[in-house]
């Protein structure tokens, strides 16, 4: 259910975290999957998926989930996440610095 509806900036790290300890090994049986726009919550990700929609020759909309395994790859999505375009330059280092706290 929207759990995050008007969360915005100032609290998606701490429901990041947040969600993170409830996952934690050791912590009991919880699994949770969430679906998010929020990068703060995609970066404590364990699992990162990207949600991709296209329109289909047929005039359909496809979706496609595709896995991001690499640095690179979850970079390249959570700076895509907070507005800054997709390619490789100076303004992937706060979706990197992001990512690593995220990890510490």
Do not use: F, N, W
Request: charged content about 20%; proline content about 4%; some cysteine.
């Amino acid at each position: 259910d929207e759990r995050e509806g008007g969360v915005g900036g100032r609290l998606g790290s701490p429901v990041a975290a947040m969600l993170r300890r409830m996952a934690a090994p050791g912590t009991g049986t919880h699994q949770i999957l969430c679906v998010s726009h929020l990068p703060q919550v995609a970066a404590h990700a364990q699992h990162h998926l990207c949600v991709r929609k296209s329109l289909a020759a047929d005039g359909r909309m496809e979706t496609t989930i595709v896995p991001l395994h690499s640095q690179e790859e979850r970079v390249e999505e959570v700076a895509a996440m907070l507005g800054l375009g997709r390619g490789v330059d100076d303004q992937h280092i706060s979706a990197y610095r992001m990512l690593q706290e995220a990890a510490a």
